[in-house]
């Protein structure tokens, strides 16, 4: 007998009518019409399934901190920095666990069941870095937690960064990270991301730098990660997050650095929601969006993710854990607003994500994890643009997460008594 058997279902790909069975927390067969005995039998009618969503860009110890000790008023990145230098030394670990725990039952009841985030290990205690590994340990049972080590007072500006970011990786952060162009200098930048690249290559690691988050069109260190990832025989496992500076630089030096990239196999995640806000605020008019080139990189072939990068924070005082805000925002900023951008911004919450992860598991095939999220719409692009109500959410099989289907009741004669806003 199944544990888990999923009817009449739409997947991502556009197939429709599919059937998916569970045994041992696992997918054993995806077929057209199943009809087998379960412990669990749910009929999706029609509705799409989708493997869970992914967010490859987070700040987790910042994240439900908004208003301490005070609120961004420029609403700048710089500023933004400095309030989180300011709220560091009063943090204790009871408060971030406790906020941190909060968020991922957010995730969890919007379906999203993979986090990548960066903590800060700039301050001496680790006092971050050990919060939250102890709450990975503590959702490891409904939620994949991957922490990078962030100095985000900079590798070298911080004299005691290096040492304090090797420290967390023995404790147990599994990613290198960086911030090239918060050095003092684009040299100092070049030379940090050499040094994390290295450290990464002989420690086995994956490295995801926050680079080139300006812009500023000369802030240039995405060229260095992608030329120290070939190098050192990186490629596939190394991302470049923001590299917002790119929306600002010359047509000619970016048909020179796409190639690169991909070559490199360097992956690249936007964080549309924070990209919109943050960036152009030195602009007047016209204004700059300052997301990074969404479109052009997936067209040269490199894989791109979006990130929620921070939920109510010194940095965006909104968010909700929503991935499909997410897609909702790229879409628009991107303006991908055709049938296959659109669903490609789908993919940058869940497939693409999931690679840039390196997820075990992930998907909707036979031997992967029973991991995937019910949604009220029938298919991605319709998922995007209701932002879907998330109907159940399994993991390996297990329900950890159910919505009741969303329905207004109509008042108004003549007319149908309940409005689900699909058209079909």
């Known amino acids: 007998m199944l544990d888990l058997l999923v009817k009449n279902a739409c997947l991502p790909d556009g ?11 696992v997918i054993v067969e995806v077929a057209p019409g199943l009809d087998a005995p379960a412990h669990e039998v749910t009929d999706a009618q029609g509705l799409l399934l989708s493997p869970p969503f992914v967010d490859a860009h987070f700040h987790m110890d910042a994240t439900l901190s908004h208003g301490l000790p005070r609120v961004n008023q420029s609403g700048t990145l710089l500023e ?9 030394p009063l943090l ?40 939250l590994l102890d709450v990975k340990r503590r959702v490891a049972p409904y939620l994949d937690l991957q922490l990078v ?53 002989e420690q086995g690691r994956l ?39 790119m929306h600002s630089m010359d047509n000619y030096y970016v048909s020179k650095l796409l190639p690169l990239m991909f070559e490199a196999g360097v992956s690249v ?4 929601l924070v990209n919109i806000t943050l960036q152009g605020r030195h602009d007047s008019y016209p204004k700059r969006r300052g997301m990074t080139r969404v479109p052009e990189l997936l067209a040269a072939g490199v894989n791109v993710a979006f990130g929620h990068d921070c939920v109510m924070d010194p940095w965006y005082s909104l968010g909700s854990g929503d991935m499909l805000e997410v897609a909702h925002m790229g879409l628009h900023v991107a303006q991908m607003t055709s049938q296959q951008g659109m669903r490609a911004c789908f993919d940058a919450v869940t497939l693409n994500a999931a690679k840039v992860m390196h997820l075990k598991g992930y998907g909707l095939e036979v031997g992967c ?31 950890v997460a159910e919505t009741p289907e969303v329905l207004t009741q109509l008042r108004v004669e003549g007319r ?9």
């Not at 933004?80 to 560091?88: P, Q, R, V």
């Not at 911080?158 to 200098?185: S, W, Y």
């Open 92 to 131: 204790t670990q009871e408060a971030l666990i406790e906020r941190a725990l909060t968020y991922c039952d957010w995730a969890v009841a919007k379906g999203l069941l993979a986090i990548r985030s960066h903590v800060d290990i700039c301050d001496p205690r680790l006092l971050a870095v050990e919060a």
């Open 207 to 245: 490295v995801d730098m926050h680079c080139d988050e300006s812009d500023d069109p000369l802030s240039r260190h995405i060229e260095t990660l992608a030329f120290e990832t070939r190098r050192l025989g990186l490629e596939g496992r190394v991302t470049g997050s923001h590299c917002t500076s």
């Open 15 to 25: 197939r429709t009518g599919m059937s998916l069975a569970v045994r041992g927390g």
């Open 369 to 399: 994890d029973a991991s995937f999220v019910l949604l009220q719409a029938r298919d991605a692009v319709e998922a995007i643009r209701l932002r879907a109500n998330r109907l159940k959410v399994w993991r390996k099989g297990v329900l």
């Open 80 to 88: 933004g920095i400095a309030l989180w230098g300011e709220l560091k």
């Open 149 to 201: 080590a962030f100095p985000q007072d900079g590798a070298l500006r911080d004299p005691q960064a290096m040492d304090k970011l090797k420290r967390a990786l023995a404790m147990g952060v599994e990613v290198v990270g960086g911030i090239p162009h918060f050095e003092r200098t684009s040299e100092q930048g070049a030379l940090s991301v050499k040094l994390l690249c290295e450290l990464a290559a």
């Open 269 to 272: 995640i936007a964080n549309p």
């Open 416 to 424: 149908p008594g309940e409005v689900g806003f699909s058209q079909r």
